[in-house]
């Protein structure tokens, strides 16, 4: 387990627990306003401490994770986790929707074919 620090900077521990593939995305997440330390928007510089409440949007995922050690250096996936508590809300399921196939050998669609795969996908299937 790696020694904790007692505070840093909120865009290089999101990439150190493994949050964030890299730490410029971190900072861009950040700079673009996803990021939350205590309910306030946080820049790249914003600095975390055990027990502070971070919330964090990247690809369209949201994972809200409490603090409990500060750490600077990426480590492996089974300590980084016991660097946060995970409190982020489970996905909600998504249905099922219809597979769109077509018979193996068929060759391309037809026009007639593309347009009624279009009517299709905008119905939500």
């Known amino acids: 387990m790696p020694q904790g620090h007692p505070s840093g900077r909120v ?19 950040c700079r673009g306003g996803h990021v ?3 309910d306030r928007t946080a820049k790249p510089a914003t600095t975390v401490r055990p027990g502070d409440e971070v919330q964090v949007r990247l690809h369209g995922v949201t994972r809200i994770v409490d603090v409990a050690l500060v750490i ?3 480590v492996g996936a089974p ?4 660097c946060y508590t995970d409190r982020s809300p489970e ?3 998504q249905p099922p929707g219809a597979v ?8 391309r669609p037809t026009k007639r074919d593309r347009r009624q795969i279009e009517q299709l996908r905008r119905q939500g299937f």
């Open 11 to 29: 865009d290089r521990w999101i990439w150190a627990v493994r949050l964030a593939k890299t730490r410029a995305d971190a900072a861009q997440a």
């Open 36 to 38: 939350r330390v205590n």
């Open 72 to 74: 600077d250096k990426r």
């Open 79 to 82: 300590i980084a986790r016991r």
């Open 91 to 93: 996905p909600t399921p």
């Open 100 to 107: 769109l196939r077509r018979d193996r050998g068929a060759g």
